[in-house]
């Protein structure tokens, strides 16, 4: 497995680009599975889960072609006809985003076997809202050995209200509801960008959906989509990670290819914690120049603090004077990262649901474990600030949804390195050495 040499210290200074959002990409991919026509996507982010939904796909029978670099991040997904309309345990445990494929399969086919996700570190995460949407739509649905079996001859629009907000709830039902005959009105949806994007592609594949991005959506069904070509909206949580990365080294750094627009809630607690930023454009400038204060954040569903910062906002805070309370409201295990962060030599005491963090403690070089895709970001933030050479174990977890990252630190001036266990002697050789 491989694992990153960081040596901290070093303010990041000059330019770093964002990459296309993953959790808008993974969607649109899924909506691919809704036509027989070819659908084209820009800007996809070269991650290790992009290739996890290629792999799914293909493995139903759809043809994924997926390119990089001159291909600008682009792929073109047709699934002319489905074979297998599932998704095996083997896929869905890596990824428990190939949920998405339910309710395109369901609308598309008129069945899905689904593996149900099981849980994964940040916690249970269940997908009944998914299930109790679908039946809404009239799908019967059976769950045995497992798996999820959804069946429906055709789709029929409905009203449904979510009992809680969720985000790939609200795209897998807003993917069904597309091709269900009659109208669906969806209520207490994600409002999350990645949701607007997913419908900004749907409406250019034929679908008829208003108001995505707000808590009710209106999808008026139709019989068919057709191909269309779309570009992913960049990754805010990419984005709002190095900005993060920007501030804790203490650097000058612009993170460009980004939408301020939707890192509003970051860069409002940003400014509480006394780091300057100037948003222009698609592009953000953090200055890290001011001594840290202490913050409290309380994760919310978008346009609230986003879950997926959490992790890397404790990182910074770490280096704040004072006491930060940092709540997570979303998911009920979202603190693996804490101590970690307590081994490098971070004063964190959770309780709950809240994290209470003493700053400023400087930071020391350790050997860290990744555990999951943010609490692996937060540790790199820590160890570009930790005096001495980190080393964590593990970065698959980072891979899967981080294009690049160690070239796009690299870039701006980090002392980071990848090994990996190809060459063990050289690798631990090489640890030694530096
Ligand atoms: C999406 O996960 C994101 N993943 C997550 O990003 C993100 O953390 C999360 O939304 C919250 O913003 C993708 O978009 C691929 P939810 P999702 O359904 O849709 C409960 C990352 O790091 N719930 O909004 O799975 C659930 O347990 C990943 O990129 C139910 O109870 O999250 C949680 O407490 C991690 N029943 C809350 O709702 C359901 O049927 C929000 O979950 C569904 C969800």
Same mark, same amino acid.
């Given at each position: 497995m491989d694992k990153f040499v960081i040596r901290g210290g070093e303010p990041l200074l000059g330019t770093v680009r964002v990459s296309g959002a993953k959790n808008a990409a993974l969607p649109c991919m899924a909506a @691919? !599975? !809704?036509?027989q026509e070819p659908v084209i996507l820009e800007n996809i982010p070269q991650v290790r889960d992009i290739q996890t939904t290629r792999n799914l796909l293909t493995a139903m029978g759809a043809e994924v072609e997926l390119g990089y670099g001159r291909a600008q991040h682009r792929t073109t997904i047709q699934c002319e006809k489905l074979e297998a309309p599932e998704a095996s345990y083997e896929l869905v445990k890596t990824m428990r985003a190939s949920t998405l494929v339910l309710g395109p399969l369901v609308a598309r086919c008129g069945r899905a076997r689904v593996s149900l996700p099981g849980g994964c570190a940040i916690g249970a995460r269940p997908i009944d809202l998914h299930i109790k949407g679908l039946e809404r739509l009239g799908a019967q649905i059976v769950q045995e050995h497992g798996y999820i079996e959804a069946r429906a001859h055709r789709l029929k629009g409905a009203e449904i209200v979510f009992d809680k907000i969720t985000v790939t709830g609200t795209e897998d039902l807003l993917m069904a509801a597309t091709l269900a005959e009659g109208e669906t009105i969806m209520q207490n949806c994600a409002r999350e960008p990645e949701v607007a994007d997913l419908a900004d592609l749907l409406n250019k594949m034929g679908a008829k959906i208003? &108001? @995505?991005?707000?808590e009710t959506i209106r999808v008026k069904g139709v019989s068919r989509l057709k191909g269309a070509k779309h570009r992913i909206i960049p990754d805010r949580i990419e984005a709002g990670t190095f900005i993060i990365a920007g501030a804790i080294t203490g650097g000058d750094l612009n993170v460009a290819g980004c939408d301020p627009e939707h890192l509003g809630a970051l860069l409002r607690k940003l400014e509480e914690a006394g780091v300057k930023t100037r948003p222009n454009g698609e592009s953000v400038r953090v200055m890290g120049d001011n001594p840290l204060k202490a913050c409290d954040i309380l994760t919310e569903e978008?346009? &609230?603090?986003p879950t997926d910062m959490q992790a890397q906002f404790m990182a910074l805070v770490t280096q704040a004077e004072g006491s930060s309370i940092v709540t997570e409201n979303i998911f009920e295990n979202r603190f693996m990262h804490a101590q970690e962060l307590v081994r490098m030599g971070a004063n964190i005491k959770i309780e709950g649901r809240r994290a209470v963090v003493r700053g400023k403690s400087p930071l020391s070089a350790a050997a860290v474990l990744a555990s999951d895709l943010r609490a692996s970001a937060s540790l790199v933030l820590a160890a570009l600030v930790a005096d001495g050479e980190t080393i964590i174990d593990r970065v698959y977890h980072i891979d899967r949804g981080y294009e690049r990252i160690e070239e796009k630190l690299k870039g701006v001036g980090a002392q980071i390195r990848r090994i990996g266990e190809l060459f063990p002697k050289r690798a631990a050789a090489q640890a030694r050495s530096s």
């Open positions: @691919a !599975l !809704l036509t208003e &108001g @995505a991005g707000s978008y346009p &609230g603090f």
